[in-house]
């Protein structure tokens, strides 16, 4: 809400977590979409751990278990900008939150650009 055309409705969303809360207990559908740069490539003969990118939505940063979405996408050696996203439906109790990680396998730094976003829609309890 800081800048123009972002908009932020009810109070389940805390910008500087970056944690959205469930006021009530229910079904919410979650999407992400980010933006991200690699900073570097990675050098010749520098060993490779994979170029795997995981962006997931997690319930209350339990990402190990049952209670999160995810997407997986391979980076293409060749690009620096890349665009996930993951989208689903997840049950929140009320007090329960969600946030996005990015699991980061690719060995190069990687930076999550401006524009990007993540929303959460109460569908019903």
Partial sequence: PEREGMFHRGSGLNLTS????????????FTTTLHIVR???????QPCRGN???????VQ????????LETVSWLESGGDLFTISVTGVLYLQAGQYASVFVDNTA???????????FSAILLGV
Wanted: one cysteine or more; a positive charge; charged letters at 20%.
């Fill in 18 to 29: 970056g944690q959205y809360t469930a006021p009530v207990a229910g079904y919410y559908t």
């Fill in 39 to 45: 900073r570097e490539q990675r050098r010749k003969g």
């Fill in 52 to 58: 795997r990118l995981r962006v997931l939505i997690c």
């Fill in 61 to 68: 940063s339990h990402c190990q278990h049952n209670s999160n």
């Fill in 107 to 117: 060995g190069s730094p990687l930076t999550v650009q401006s524009g990007s976003d």
